[in-house]
């Protein structure tokens, strides 16, 4: 059983670089997509953009500007660097594996999610 | 990008009931249409994917339906685990875009 689970600071200053990254056991990183999206307290569901175990990225235009994910394989690790936060960068932070459909290896969902990590941009 | 609206955006039912939630893209997205149940202070768990196929291990009582703008998500006989928000997606195009939500609630 594939679990996720994030990690990095609950609390970052406006104007700085939320760092969080997302550690996979249960199997490997390779040969999937990976990644994340956030949830606002008491809002709805954003995708932020994916990683492939290789490095190549898609990003969500509304963040590409300030959004960078990477991938560790030998740690089984991929992260997430979200630079210039403001208060309206906080929220619950979910890493996910992203599946393919069967039929179209170009379209995804999100089979597997992390707990979540609420980070909240203050100062 | 391709607007997901769901609809009602809260319910209340009895356990047993027969609960409808839809959700409408602002553009075709085909059957690239998938469902999640988030249980508050939790993560998503996926229900539904390709509009109609039943994740493993999902209860058969949750189904999905639709193609083009249109989507259903039934739940024919309400449990008690349940209630939880219900949200779709549309994987059709990036960005990979989601429902409001459908907040479903105890009578």
């Known amino acids: 059983q594939v679990q996720l689970q994030g990690s990095g600071p609950g609390l970052v200053k406006p104007s700085e670089t939320l760092s969080l990254t997302c550690t996979v056991s249960?199997?490997?990183?390779?040969?999937?997509?990976w990644s994340w999206i956030r949830q606002p307290p008491g809002k709805g569901l954003e995708w932020i953009g994916y990683?492939?175990?290789?490095?190549?990225?898609n990003y969500n235009p509304s963040l590409k500007s300030r959004v960078t994910i990477s991938v560790d394989t030998s740690k089984n690790q991929f992260s997430l660097n979200l630079s210039s936060v403001t208060a309206a960068d906080t929220a619950v932070y979910y890493c996910a594996r992203v599946r393919a459909y069967y039929y179209d290896s170009s379209r995804y969902y999100f089979d597997y999610w992390g707990q979540g990590t609420l980070v909240t941009v203050s100062s | 990008d391709i607007q997901m609206t769901q609809s009602p955006s809260s319910l209340s039912a009895s356990v047993g009931d027969r609960v409808t939630i839809t959700c409408r893209a602002s553009?075709?997205?085909?059957?690239?249409l998938n469902w999640y149940q988030q249980i508050p202070g939790k993560a998503p768990k996926l229900l539904i994917y390709a509009a109609s196929s039943l994740q493993s291990g999902v209860p058969s009582r949750f189904s999905g339906s639709g193609s083009g703008t249109d989507f259903t998500l039934i739940i024919s006989s309400l449990q008690p685990e349940d209630f939880a928000t219900y949200y779709c997606q549309q994987s059709y195009s990036t960005p990979l875009t989601f429902g409001g939500g459908t907040k479903v609630e105890i009578k």
């Open positions: 249960g199997g490997s990183i390779s040969s999937y997509y």
């Open positions: 990683i492939y175990y290789s490095g190549s990225t």
């Open positions: 553009q075709s997205i085909r059957s690239y």
